[in-house]
């Protein structure tokens, strides 16, 4: 009975500690080693990802690494995967984090009959209702702007008017391992599935399939349209970062949850514009600062030689190029020329030169040829 009264008494000092102590001692009690506990991480379902998703899900022949690297870039593993089953992956982050794979099964050369695009969702808080609501207004615009016809491709028949856009079908089902399941079908032998684990309500990944005759190549068209889309997002971020960083140079509140790409996800873009554009001096500038920003100096330096190197009339790129190896100490200082202050003047019969030559580098009073104890280069 004693026993029990002193657990009693012991649970009751233990509650009052918890109410009555300040909101840093508890949160680092309860685990926050600073003393207060980090602001949770905005999930936000970017736009670039529900864009991808949505016109895979209309027009599956974009399932096409030459297609998907102007957005998404290369899969690490492209030039080893072989034979007619070929599984792709892109990962992000230092952490190698999973966010794409690309599954393709040919019957033949080039005859890709079988392809499924996996987007990992992860952190993005997205539910069945939000992709429901997401998809269900994507597909009024599209309808309404004349951009999704019938068969759900591009610049398809317009549906303004008085009809109204079809409402988006769904089914929802368990699979094999038992998880959740919502699948949504636009055009006809393709399905875009999203999965929850189990035991959550957030969706980790969306699967788009395609299953029916080969598909056909992107055209030339698309494939250009893809590659200035690319250079122009790439030189954006690329600026966006750059203008970012001298803002927070200047003293102002960094923004945590911006939606301004780090430089390690603007890494990966600016490589496949530099494969796009391999002589472009600007592409190997705008990689060569994002190399250094990563502390990947000897793949910095190698990028500014090459801007350097490609510069050719381009003075702003050189002078940023030449900069920074300065910076680094690969290139002696900028010495100044001499400045010269020369006159002809009629000396008789005669033409005399004279003044001298000053270097800037001197104080503005002292003269470069002040110290010279024969005069000769005087001007007299």
Not at 91 to 101: S, T
Not at 177 to 189: I, K, L
Not at 294 to 299: A, G, L
Not at 367 to 377: E, F, Q
Request: one cysteine or more; proline letters at 7%; aromatic letters at 8%.
């Amino acid at each position: 009975m004693a026993l029990f009264g002193q657990k009693s008494g012991f649970l009751a000092l233990m509650a009052a500690a918890i109410v009555l102590a300040p909101a840093p001692a508890l949160a680092f009690s309860l685990g926050c080693p600073w003393g207060s506990c980090p602001k949770p991480k905005k999930e936000v379902f970017d736009d670039q990802t529900q864009m991808m998703i949505w016109e895979l899900s209309h027009r599956p022949e974009l399932m096409n690494l030459a297609y998907l690297q102007y957005f998404i870039g290369h899969p690490e593993n492209e030039g080893v995967t072989r034979g007619s089953d070929r599984h792709y992956y892109w990962y992000k982050g230092p952490d190698r984090q999973l966010v794409y794979e690309l599954i393709q099964v040919e019957d033949g050369p080039g005859r890709i009959v079988d392809s499924r695009m996996i987007v990992h969702l992860k952190g993005m808080g997205l539910t069945f209702d939000k992709i429901e609501k997401i998809f269900a207004a994507a597909n009024a615009t599209a309808n309404a702007n004349g951009s999704a016809g019938a068969n759900g491709s591009i610049g398809g028949t317009n549906n303004t008017g008085s009809n109204p856009a079809p409402t988006i079908a769904s089914k929802r089902f368990f699979d094999y391992y038992g998880h959740p399941n919502e699948v949504f079908v636009f055009v006809p032998n393709t399905s875009v599935a999203f999965s929850c684990p189990s035991n959550t309500y957030r969706l980790d990944q969306a699967k788009i399939v395609y299953r029916g005759a080969p598909l056909p190549e992107p055209s030339v068209d698309e494939l250009a349209m893809a590659e200035s889309t690319m250079i122009a997002r790439a030189r954006s971020a690329h600026l966006t970062n750059m203008a970012k960083d001298r803002a927070n140079g200047k003293g102002k509140r960094k923004n945590r949850n911006s939606d301004v790409p780090s430089v390690a996800e603007t890494a990966p873009m600016l490589m496949t514009r530099l494969q796009a554009q391999p002589f472009n001096a600007e592409a190997h500038l705008h990689l060569a600062q994002a190399y250094q920003k990563e502390c990947r100096i000897n793949e910095a330096i190698g990028e500014y030689k090459l801007a350097l190197a490609l510069s050719g009339d381009n003075e702003d790129v050189r002078n940023q190029s030449l900069q920074a190896l300065r910076g680094m100490n690969l290139l002696p200082p900028q010495v100044p020329q001499p400045r010269r202050n020369l006159e002809i003047v009629d000396h008789g019969q005669r033409l005399k030169v004279v003044g001298n030559e000053r270097d800037p580098s001197l104080d503005p009073g002292q003269d470069a040829n002040s110290n010279d104890p024969t005069g000769r280069n005087n001007g007299s």
